[in-house]
Nanobody, 129 residues
């Protein structure tokens, strides 16, 4: 069982930045693909960024490319999402999630939200002037 706890959300003006963190309660953190997902009111949940267990491969959806950076510290069992140039359409509840990965990277495994079986409780991000 993996417990995930997000933090770092808040309210910012358009163009601002936030850094989300996700602390994982597992000694095998480095064996999990990790992802950041978001869900806005009335919309379906979407994956925004994913990272390989060792951190050497990342994947972003087009809407956040060049603005968001996913990273991880396997020595601290922590996942991060640096969000820059925030837009009102980035407003959502943000969740981190984990899926065990038997290989260094698998796109079909690590980038599909339905494969993720451990989820945090979420942290709210609001972008508004």
């Amino acid at each position: 069982q993996v417990q995930l706890v997000e933090s770092g959300g808040g309210s910012v003006q358009p163009g601002g930045s936030l850094r989300l963190s996700c602390a994982a309660s597992t000694d095998t953190f480095s064996s999990y693909c990790m992802g950041w997902f978001r869900q806005a009111p009335g919309k379906e949940r979407e994956g925004v960024a994913f990272i390989a267990p060792a951190g050497h491969i990342t994947y972003y959806v087009d809407s956040v490319k060049g603005r968001f950076t996913i990273s991880r510290d396997n020595t601290e069992n922590t996942l991060y999402l640096q969000m820059n140039s925030l837009k009102p359409e980035d407003t959502a509840m943000y969740y981190c999630a984990a899926v065990p990965s038997p290989t260094p990277w698998s796109g079909p495994l690590c980038t599909v939200s339905g494969n993720y079986n451990y989820w945090g409780q979420g942290t709210q991000v609001t972008v508004s002037s």
